[in-house]
């Protein structure tokens, strides 16, 4: 088969598509024919040699996918050769077919293509494992996304407004937060121009809200102490801005504040089956109702990798941006 190898670490041209050996399926594992994968921002750390695979794990990138049933190890029960299916994967999305645990598979849902669906399950997991099984962000809550023109922004939104959250995001461009209102963001932020923390003091009547969803680390953590009320909450997902940053904690104790922050790739198997179960279970009807929807900006071939690598480090894109195999 063929799959997209990083040939050394590097910029975006060590993506080569290569012959490489098919994976091997173990006796709890499906063989998924890939049909498309997604990008995220964990391959272009991979591709640069700072984010290497958990152990064991394929060497090739690709957090997720979506295509056919290939084959089944023998323990498997639920999932049959030629179900379309979409996975969660700790790596090997960028290739023609890849083996995963049958727990991290999920059925396409209703109303979403084949090759669209490749754009769910690893945004889809990261927020509801981060920011609704763990932050508990409940109906009539206050909500501040960062990043919400991307990929995990564009998802959050919709699903947040879909339980009856406000929600707040902060993005680098008019257009960027325009497309945030139109997935029905109530305010949105434009963080070059504008002191979020003032903004959202003002949205909020002075409260501050209550869970706060970070991707950009150090240089927000006092500023996002700042923004949150009274038993706020704050998930950090990322670290785009660095991983050092300076805060008065007395915020935290005078706010009762709980910091947390997680990754979804280095998760045990049995984890992520019990993410993927909960999201199956509480996303999979949004997205039937057309409540919420995959946010595409481009696709390419598998063989263009590299130039999906490039315009996902321009960071000008809205949502997602696929690799179809």
């Known amino acids: 088969m063929k799959a997209v190898v990083i040939t050394s670490p590097g910029g975006p041209e060590v993506l080569k598509l290569q012959e490489v050996e ?87 849902p209703s109303g979403v293509s084949l090759k669209d669906a490749a754009s769910l399950p690893e945004v889809v997991c990261t927020v509801w494992s981060t920011v609704f099984m763990t932050s508990k962000l409940s109906p009539g809550e206050t909500f501040l996304i960062h990043g919400g023109s991307s990929g995990i922004g564009t998802f959050a939104i919709q699903m947040a407004k879909y339980i009856g959250v406000k929600v707040l995001v902060t993005a680098g461009s008019e257009e960027k937060l325009n497309a945030c209102k139109e997935l029905g963001a109530d305010v949105g932020i434009n963080y070059k121009t504008e002191d979020f923390v003032a903004r959202v003091k003002e949205e909020t009547g002075g409260k501050g809200v209550d869970v706060i969803l970070d991707n950009v680390g150090g240089p927000y953590f006092q500023k996002n102490l700042e923004s949150l009320g009274i038993g706020g909450r704050l998930f950090i997902i990322g670290f785009m801005g660095g991983v050092r ?27 992520k089956a ?28 598998l063989s263009e990798a590299g130039e999906a690598h490039k315009l996902m480090e321009t960071s000008i894109h809205i949502g997602k941006v696929l690799l179809l195999a």
């Open 274 to 301: 019990e993410i993927v179960s909960d999201v199956e279970k509480n996303v999979w009807p949004a997205i039937a109702q057309g409540k919420v929807k995959p946010v595409i900006y481009k696709y390419f071939p």
């Open 245 to 271: 940053g300076e805060a008065n904690l007395s915020l935290m104790l005078a706010k009762r504040l709980t910091v947390q922050a997680a990754g979804l790739r280095s998760r045990s198997i049995e984890n």
């Open 22 to 108: 098919e994976p091997k399926v173990k006796d709890d594992d499906v063989l998924i024919r890939v049909v498309a994968t997604a990008l995220n921002r964990a391959d272009t750390l991979q591709r640069q040699g700072k984010y290497p695979p958990p152990k064991g794990e394929s060497e090739y990138p690709g957090l997720e996918c979506s295509g056919t049933v290939e084959a089944v190890g023998k323990n498997v029960s639920r999932w049959k050769v030629g179900d379309q299916v979409c996975a969660l994967i700790s790596g090997g999305g960028y290739a023609e077919k890849v083996a995963v645990p049958s727990g991290q598979v999920l059925p396409i």
